[in-house]
């Protein structure tokens, strides 16, 4: 069946369009307008609940919990969290060099530096490794905050956050499960520039991810 | 004017032999197929939503009376409105949106064929899903804009609200899904010269109505799953006892959808007049381009008047006079519509055929519940209308007089290019008559009752109120509905056996969908035709001419044209059972949660990973 | 047979390259150069909000909140434009994300008045 995943990504030029536009490219923007109205629904909730949980943990301010007498310090890691933020930020540079890479795949390679930055299978690599740190910073972050007394039902804080947080993450997931489809298809056939378009795709969505991770970082983490 | 009429054949077209069968229906991807499988289904549900009402109005019929208990009364009054609203109305719409969008743009289908029939099956699965508690009594008994925290599950602990939520959920998936493929149809497969500007009416109040759904929908995706997550994870968002939850966190994200979502329900209503008085008034829509740019207005500005619905729950001065002040406001392009409607109808050469009278029967209904609407606009004047049958007797008006009576008006001028067949007009005329009297007799008293202070979502009532008079009035009204829908439905199934044969034109309209054979060959265009004017049968030139005299010829297949058609699949069905068995985990064993997603995603693999159509040059 | 019905399914005055239905506009590709620098100011960018955060009599003071929202809105814009070449690539798409966005915010903003977290001095 190599002919058919070959037909599903060329792109659609026998049949006319309007603007001259994929439309898968049209649709995925169209789907990332309606991912900013999702997640600005869960960053006001988050935002709303802000200072309004009736018990600790906090996210800024320490607690101390009046039935046990026990401290608990500000929950949210700055320095790990800001570690995470820039690996997120870096697979989005490697996520660019994936595509520039499948764009560019016919053309000659002369220099090393060519050939490592035509290496399509690398960069979609260096992506999806980047987004698995990530998630699993993430995975370190919401054990601790476990440990540490924070669960989705402890508080108002603790329900928007691991919402917030695991929607985002979930979308994460989603991303790198889709790198890894289209490893396995640069693996098994070789994805050239009439591929571009799938890679395009993805890339879009995986850029808009960490776009999103950018303003919770901001609103969640670093503002108080 | 050139001549529009073709002679008509002396039998109608059928489908091939591939095309027929079960399986055919199953494995579809055709969009005029979708189309007439939302139709079948929407009318079910809209059946059911109608009986729901009709024993509503028998238990309101008169004071103090115990057909039905308090407890089914209130699931009869949540799915009622649920209904109407996600299974009939808004589906309904889809029904033109499958069938129309395509052929008003010149396009062989849609931009994602397979897509489509997706967003149909999860439509059908979840509308099940949502109905059949109610044969058990444990339909959801919340209202249809199930306020929290009374569904939480310390104060709706029963299976009831689940069914709401969960339903809704699934129900959402299909209108986005939907809204991304049409927004993309429209936006890249106009035929060449078809300009925005250009497209016909329908077409544009569609394309308005896929950026709401595309912007609204996502918010109560996350209301809805707050409410989830707090039901069945014990979360908090919701939790006023204990957790210090703000009551009005739910109203605000329901409502921030709940309003583009009216709009939702009644702009493809809007579209269908729009092509419907032109039509029978042999006149061309009057004032194009400010029915445009007012429909564009009414999007905006519904984005901005959402807490219209909450002057009663204490938000301060400055948000009940933005939000009165917005309201108001939008009053303005809508009654800019009304005024272009009347005058397209004014001095034209008017033919009172049923399809007509349904779409001047808007104009006048949807005028009453708009006079009602923006009495409810101020603040101080809602505080005594709010929560009273006078709100019952507004939305009454703009949704039954408004978007039913147009999507009806629809259905007689569209029929006979979907079946081939011409609707019997006596019959229509007097399912008209009937509706349109059933219609005012059942909400219009609804205005006094509602004035004199009789709240919604009472199962009863004791005498000597003032109300009983009004009360018996709407429910001798109800009683009404059933024949005229039986009549309908008669004429329906009657006609598409039997009704005369219709052409390819037999209105004598002016768009491109009038162009082809009815019903239309799989491929729709023989020839995609170049677009001049907005009404290429009426005002085109000799292209358009040329065009349409290809494309109205029968009886040649895609291959004699040399045109590909998309494989039959039957994987968007199973993507769409995959998705809902695992919902389904939710409620019942967990197990189902795990054997969904297997089916899900494999079916989905498969999909993504499979061919459209077959391979061409 | 009608000898006029096409051959595929493009429309006869399909004047070929005008509207040359391949997939992709044509358009200027970012480079190497382009994208490791856009790295690099990104990074700078984050390392400059995290800086801000451990600077006590920063966070207390007025600017505190607007300098990280510029900064994240910075960095937005330059992933948004560059990354996902937003302004490279046709106009449509800038529609399609702006729309969005614009609503996005304006109902960001309505929520925050009305649950009581944005002040501003009505008269």
């Not at chain 1, 401290?71 to 660019?96: D, E, H, Y």
């Amino acid at each position: 069946m190599s002919t058919s995943i070959a037909h599903t990504s060329a792109p659609a030029s026998h049949h006319y369009t309007t603007l001259g536009l994929d439309s898968r490219k049209v649709a995925i923007w169209a789907f990332i307008g309606s991912e900013c109205m999702l997640f600005v629904s869960l960053i006001s909730t988050y935002l709303i609940y802000k200072g309004r949980s009736v018990v600790g943990p906090f996210p800024h301010e320490t607690w101390t919990d009046p039935a046990t007498g026990h401290v608990l310090k500000p929950i949210l890691n700055i320095p790990v969290t800001s570690a995470s933020t820039f690996v997120l930020l870096m697979s989005s540079l490697f996520m660019v060099l994936a595509l520039a890479a499948v764009q560019n795949k016919e053309k000659p390679k002369r220099t090393r530096g060519e050939r490592v930055l035509g290496n399509s299978k690398l960069w979609l690599w260096m992506t999806a490794i980047a987004g698995t740190t990530f998630l699993g910073f993430q995975a370190f972050e919401f054990t601790s905050f476990v440990h540490e007394g924070l669960t989705i039902r402890t508080n108002l804080f603790g329900s928007s956050f691991f919402t917030l947080t695991g929607f985002h993450g979930a979308h994460v997931t989603a991303g790198v499960l889709w790198l890894v489809t289209l490893l396995a298809i640069d693996y098994r056939r070789g994805l050239g520039s009439r591929d571009s378009l799938l890679v395009d795709i993805a890339a879009l969505y995986w850029h808009f991810v960490d776009v999103i991770w950018i303003v919770i970082f901001t609103l969640v983490y670093l503002i108080k | 004017m050139a001549s529009t009429a073709y002679p008509a054949p002396a039998h109608a077209p059928a489908y091939s032999a591939e095309q027929s069968g079960l399986w055919s229906w199953l494995t579809t991807v055709d969009h005029k197929r979708i189309g007439i499988l939302y139709l079948y289904t929407a009318l079910s549900f809209f059946v059911i939503g109608g009986m729901e009402a009709m024993i509503i109005r028998a238990q309101l019929g008169a004071p103090n009376q115990h057909l039905v208990s308090a407890e089914f009364y209130n699931q009869l009054f949540t799915m009622h409105g649920t209904t109407m609203i996600f299974l009939a109305i808004m589906p309904l719409s889809a029904v033109f949106f499958n069938f129309l969008i395509p052929l008003q743009i010149g396009a062989r289908d849609v931009a994602f064929p397979r897509l489509n029939a997706f967003s149909y099956w999860v439509y059908l699965f979840g509308g099940i899903f949502i109905t059949v508690p109610i044969l058990f009594a444990v339909a959801p008994n919340g209202g249809w804009f199930g306020y929290a925290p009374l569904t939480i599950r310390q104060y709706s602990p029963g299976h009831n609200i689940d069914f709401w939520v969960i339903g809704l959920q699934i129900l959402g998936i299909s209108s986005l899904a939907a809204a991304f493929n049409f927004l993309t149809t429209i936006i890249n497969l106009r035929a060449p010269g078809m300009t925005l500007m250009r497209m016909p009416m329908f077409t544009w109040m569609a394309f308005i109505v896929q950026i709401l759904l595309v912007l609204a929908f996502p918010v109560i995706t996350i209301a809805l799953v707050f409410l989830l997550f707090d039901r069945f994870f014990g979360t908090n968002f919701y939790n006023t006892v204990s957790a210090g939850a703000d009551p009005l966190l739910w109203q605000h994200l329901f409502w921030i959808f709940g309003h583009p979502e009216v709009y939702i329900l009644v702009l493809p209503a809007f579209g269908l007049v729009s092509e419907v008085l032109p039509t029978y008034s042999k006149k061309p829509l009057f004032g194009y381009p400010v029915m445009v740019y007012s429909g564009i207005l009414i999007a905006v500005l519904g984005f901005g008047v959402w807490a219209h619905h909450m002057f009663a729950v204490g938000m301060g001065p400055i948000a009940d006079t933005f939000f009165g002040l917005s309201t108001m406001l939008i009053a303005i392009p809508t009654g800019v519509k009304i005024f272009n409607w009347i005058a397209t109808m004014a001095q034209g050469a008017i033919r009172y055929t049923t399809a007509m009278l349904f779409g001047i029967s808007l104009v006048a209904l949807f005028t009453i519940g708009g006079i009602s609407g923006i009495m409810h606009s101020s603040p101080p004047a809602d505080l005594q209308q709010t929560d009273t049958y006078f709100i019952v007797a507004h939305f009454h008006y703009v949704l039954f007089g408004g978007s039913i009576m147009g999507i009806f008006a629809g259905i007689y001028h569209y029929f006979p290019k979907i079946q081939g067949r011409l609707m019997d007009e006596r019959l229509g005329k007097w399912h008209f008559w009937l509706t349109f009297i059933a219609m005012n007799l059942t909400f219009f008293p609804m205005h006094f009752s509602g004035m004199l202070g009789m709240p919604r979502r009472i199962y009863t009532y004791d005498s000597g109120q003032g109300w009983d008079l009004f009360n018996a009035m709407s429910t001798a009204g109800a009683m009404i509905f059933p024949f005229a829908t039986l009549i309908f439905i008669y004429n329906f199934f009657k006609s598409r056996k039997s009704g005369e044969i219709s052409g390819a034109n037999p209105w004598g309209a002016g768009t491109l969908e009038w162009t082809i054979p009815s019903p239309p060959p799989e491929y729709n265009f023989a020839k995609i035709p170049t677009v001049t004017t907005r009404y290429p049968l009426w005002e085109g030139k000799e292209a358009d001419h040329e065009s349409a005299r290809v494309n109205s010829q029968e009886g040649k297949t895609p291959a004699q044209l040399g045109i590909v058609m998309p494989y039959n699949t039957i994987k968007p069905l199973f993507v769409a059972a995959g998705l809902v068995i695992m919902f389904c985990g939710l409620i019942s064993s967990r197990a189902f949660i795990g054997i969904g997603a297997v089916i899900m995603i494999f079916s989905l693999y498969s999909w993504l990973l499979s061919p459209l159509e077959p391979e061409h040059h | 047979m009608d000898t006029h019905a096409s051959a595929t399914n493009l429309p006869d005055s399909a004047e070929g390259g005008a509207h040359a239905p391949h997939g992709e506009v044509e358009h200027v590709h970012p480079t190497w150069s382009t994208y490791w620098k856009v790295a690099l100011i990104l990074t700078l960018i984050t390392v400059a909000e995290v800086w801000a955060y451990y600077i006590p009599s920063f966070v207390a003071g007025r600017g505190f909140v607007p300098t990280l929202l510029i900064l994240s809105a910075l960095k937005f814009t330059i992933v948004v434009m560059f990354y996902m070449h937003l302004k490279y690539d046709h106009r449509l798409f800038r529609v399609l994300f702006t729309g969005p966005l614009l609503v996005a915010s304006l109902t960001l903003l309505g929520l925050m008045f009305l649950f009581g977290h944005l002040y501003f001095k009505v008269m």
